[in-house]
């Protein structure tokens, strides 16, 4: 019973700071690596950051470095998407994942599991 609830997502303009939240469920929420991914219309999903379950480790695809920030608090069962600066690339549905237990974590099929989905639009 894994079910993740992304929000956050809005209309924004170019440099422009806006914060994802996901939240989960299940126990053992706390002892999985969590990720961000997001589609763009017509193109492949791709990895934005992952975060290790401690969130001691993270890593983050070379488009969003520098201006991304992946952090939990696994407390409150949360993952959250920290984006300033903001891009008409940025664009894109926006979805939370789960780590499906296996001993890689830096590519998009580790993580197993997904939400719905939350849509960002930076809007030139």
């Known amino acids: 019973q894994v079910q993740l609830v992304e929000s956050g997502g809005r209309l924004v303009k170019p440099g422009d700071s806006l914060r994802l939240s996901c939240a989960g469920s299940?126990?053992?929420?706390?002892?999985?690596?969590m990720a961000w991914c997001r589609q763009a219309p017509g193109k492949e999903r791709e990895l934005v950051a992952v975060?290790?379950?401690?969130?001691?480790?993270?890593n983050y695809a070379d488009a969003v470095k520098g201006r991304f920030t992946i952090s939990r608090d696994n407390a409150k069962k949360t993952v959250y998407l920290q984006m300033n600066g903001l891009e008409p690339e940025d664009t894109a549905v926006y979805y939370c994942?789960?780590?499906?237990?296996?001993?890689?974590?830096?590519?998009?099929?580790?993580?197993?599991?997904w939400g719905q989905g939350t849509q960002v639009t930076v809007s030139s």
């Open positions: 994942g789960r780590h499906g237990g296996g001993t890689t974590w830096r590519k998009l099929v580790d993580y197993t599991y």
């Open positions: 975060i290790s379950y401690t969130g001691e480790n993270t």
């Open positions: 299940g126990r053992t929420f706390s002892n999985y690596a």
